[in-house]
Nanobody, 124 residues
Framework: QVQLVESGGGLVQAGGSLRLSCAAS????????MAWFRQFPGKERDFVAY????????DYADSVKGRFTISRDNAKNTVYLQMNSLEPEDTAVYYC?????????????????WGQGTWVTVSS
C-alpha cells in the first residue's frame, strides 16, 4: 500500500511563496511519475505539474508555468512544489499523486495513489 502525505500549505499574501512537500511511503515502481493537482471549491481536480523519477521530464499547466517549479528527492521519496508569485486564483486544495505505471499524464484518472490534500490560501 502506498501512502502520500502532503505538507506546507497555509495562508500567504498575493505575491508571496510557499513550498509544498509530499512524502511517499510503501511499495511502488522506481519509474513512478509524481504530480500535483489542485481542486477549487465546487470544481474538478486540475493538473498542476508532473515530474519523472529522474527529473528529466516535467510538465506544467499553462496557468502556473514560470511561477511554480516541481522537483523531487528520490532518496527521501519526496516531491516538492515551489510556488512563487502566488495569486488569489491559486487558492485551492493541492493534492499529490503517484502514477505507478511510469508514464506522465495530465489526467487525474491516470494516477493510482493520492494524498489527503493541503489547503493553500492566497489573500489579496
Amino acid at each position: 500500500q502506498v501512502q502520500l502525505v502532503e505538507s506546507g500549505g497555509g495562508l500567504v499574501q498575493a505575491g508571496g511563496s510557499l513550498r509544498l512537500s509530499c512524502a511517499a511511503s510503501g511499495r511502488f515502481r522506481s519509474s513512478s511519475f509524481m504530480a500535483w493537482f489542485r481542486q477549487f471549491p465546487g470544481k474538478e481536480r486540475d493538473f498542476v505539474a508532473y515530474i519523472s523519477r529522474s527529473g528529466g521530464s516535467t510538465d506544467y499547466a499553462d496557468s502556473v508555468k514560470g511561477r511554480f517549479t516541481i522537483s523531487r528527492d528520490n532518496a527521501k521519496n519526496t516531491v516538492y512544489l515551489q510556488m512563487n508569485s502566488l495569486e488569489p486564483e491559486d487558492t485551492a486544495v493541492y493534492y499529490c499523486a503517484l502514477d505507478g505505471r511510469g508514464v506522465g499524464s495530465r489526467r487525474a484518472v491516470e494516477y493510482d495513489f493520492w494524498g489527503q490534500g493541503t489547503w493553500v490560501t492566497v489573500s489579496s
